[in-house]
């Protein structure tokens, strides 16, 4: 999740430098929530977590989430997905 990114962005874009406190204010989020998200690359968020932030930030999902190859859910799909209805 890029929230440091994202913050800075609508720091760049409003003139308004926004924090975690007032981030929390918007999302209903704990701002001990929002450091987790920032501090850690692979954190596992919610899609309602990332609709708050991306409303309160302004931006996309897909300027808020950063897909790291490599990850081990990758390494899960070990054979192909089969049509449904077929056996």
């Known amino acids: 999740v890029r929230l440091r990114e994202m913050m800075e962005r609508h720091r760049r874009r409003t003139g308004k430098r926004i924090t975690y406190r007032d981030l929390a204010a918007l999302t209903g989020l704990s701002t001990s929530t929002l450091q987790a998200i920032s501090a850690r ?17 302004d931006c996309s999902v897909g300027d808020l989430l950063e897909r790291l190859p490599g ?6 799909v070990s054979r ?6 077929r056996r």
């Open 41 to 57: 690359p692979a954190y596992n968020t919610t899609l309602e977590t990332v609709d708050l932030l991306c409303k309160a930030l």
């Open 80 to 85: 192909p997905i089969r049509p449904l209805g």
């Open 71 to 76: 990850r081990a859910q990758e390494e899960k």
